[in-house]
C-alpha cells in the first residue's frame, strides 16, 4: 500500500538515548522496559521492547535508538508505553534496533 509524502511526514520519529533498561517480567512476551531521552525539547519517554533475543540491559544503557514519539499512550501489562522503539523484525523476532550510525543530538528529527 502507498501513502503519500503527506502522511509519510506525520509520523514523527526521533533519536534518542536509553538511559535506564530493565527487565519487564509482566509483559505477556520477553520484552524490556525502557527510559529514552530525546532531548530538552522533547524530555524522557518510557517503552516497552520486545529485543530480549539479540540485546542485555546493560548493553542498552548508552546506545542511541530511533523511536516514533507521536503515537498515543499504550497500555502494556502494568506500564504505559510512550513510544515506538523501531527495529528490523526478523523471522523468529529476533529485532535489531534501528540506530544512527554516528552519534547526533537527542532529539533530531528522522526523515
Not at 503527506?6 to 533498561?21: L, N
Request: charged share 30%; glycine share 8%; proline share 5%.
Amino acid at each position: 500500500m502507498e501513502i503519500s509524502w503527506k502522511d509519510f511526514e506525520k509520523v514523527e520519529m526521533r533519536v534518542g538515548t536509553i538511559i535506564e533498561a530493565k527487565q519487564f517480567p509482566e509483559a505477556r512476551k520477553p520484552a524490556y522496559k525502557l527510559k529514552i531521552d530525546f532531548g530538552k525539547h522533547i524530555g524522557f519517554r518510557k517503552t516497552s521492547a520486545q529485543i530480549t533475543r539479540n540485546y542485555e540491559p546493560q548493553d542498552l544503557v548508552g546506545k542511541q535508538v530511533i523511536a516514533v514519539i507521536n503515537f498515543p499512550d499504550k497500555q502494556i501489562a502494568n506500564f504505559m508505553s510512550e513510544c515506538l522503539v523501531l527495529g528490523a523484525v526478523g523471522d523468529h523476532n529476533d529485532i535489531v534496533l534501528i540506530e544512527p550510525g554516528l552519534e547526533v543530538e537527542n532529539g533530531i528529527r528522522i526523515g
